[in-house]
């Protein structure tokens, strides 16, 4: 698997942002609120709000996923491409079980069924929980199912937009953990956004640093985070815990 970002824009809120992502990559995309970091991971899942859109190119594989019919593009998510936002209660049906939840996916891209879904929730710490719905788990466990989803149809990239902020922090640990286990197992790309430069440490090889709709900075995690080149990371790395840059 291959992502090759290429000069993406997105008005003038994305502008002229290139950078690949190779299989079992894992990439940390860092920056403060606002910076096009969201924006970015939702055009290249085709995801993006109706009234923007997106310049330049995003290949997955070498085909082009910018202007690809919904219909391809929705074969693609959920399957090769699967994204983790930060709040699970938007992204879960408060409706419907949760093992029917991790179930569907498969269903709709025809990868098994209900006993997959049990082994899938047993995988990240859920055992027995597939009849209940999310309003009866914790705000932990239901990011738990939501990674779950994600992974169902092993996919060959998966994105994470702060999977951990809305969490408490020895809770945000063990999901880092499920999340690294997860694509580890399935060889999978991680492209990983957060504004937390101890959790990029932890999880990324490589990092991207977005300011203002542009990457301003983009090298391994541990000479970005070691000897950063541009003000704006050291700025960044002043103001976080890490003793690295210092
Ligand atoms: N639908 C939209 N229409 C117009 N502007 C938008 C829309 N969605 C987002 N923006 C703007 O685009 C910019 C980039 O937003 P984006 O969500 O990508 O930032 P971010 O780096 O992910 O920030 P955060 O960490 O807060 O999620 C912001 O200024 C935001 O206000």
């Keep these: 698997m291959t992502l090759e970002v290429h000069d993406l824009g997105i008005g003038d809120l994305v502008r002229g942002v290139s950078f690949d992502v190779a299989r079992g990559e894992r990439v940390g995309l860092i920056g403060e609120s606002g910076s096009g970091k969201s924006l970015t991971a939702l055009s290249i899942m085709g995801l993006l709000p109706e009234e923007l859109a997106a310049s330049g190119s995003v290949k997955l594989d070498g085909r082009e996923l910018l202007g690809a019919p919904e219909k391809e593009l929705s074969r693609l998510r959920g399957n090769d491409l699967s994204m983790v936002f930060q709040e699970p209660m938007t992204a879960l049906n408060p409706a419907m079980r949760v ?6 996916p498969m269903r709709i891209h025809r990868n098994g069924g209900n006993q997959r879904a049990e082994a899938l929730l047993d995988s990240v710490g859920l055992p027995g929980t597939s009849r209940a719905y999310p309003h009866q788990l914790s705000g932990g466990q239901r990011q738990r199912v939501v990674l779950a989803i994600a992974l169902a149809n092993d996919p060959k990239l998966l994105i994470c937009d702060e999977p951990t902020t809305a969490l408490d922090v020895t809770v945000q640990a063990q999901i880092l953990e499920l999340i690294l286990d997860g694509v580890r197992e399935r060889e999978s790309a991680l492209l990983f956004i957060t504004h937390d430069l101890a959790v ?21 995690t541990r000479d970005v985070l ?10 960044l790395l002043a103001a976080s815990d890490l003793e690295a840059g210092r």
Aim: proline share 3%.
């Design 200 to 220: 990029v440490a932890s999880v990324c090889e490589r990092v991207l640093v977005m300011l203002d709709g542009e990457i301003v900075e983009a090298g391994t």
């Design 226 to 235: 070691t000897a950063p080149q541009h003000e704006y990371t050291k700025k």
């Design 99 to 104: 093992g029917a939840q991790v179930a569907e």
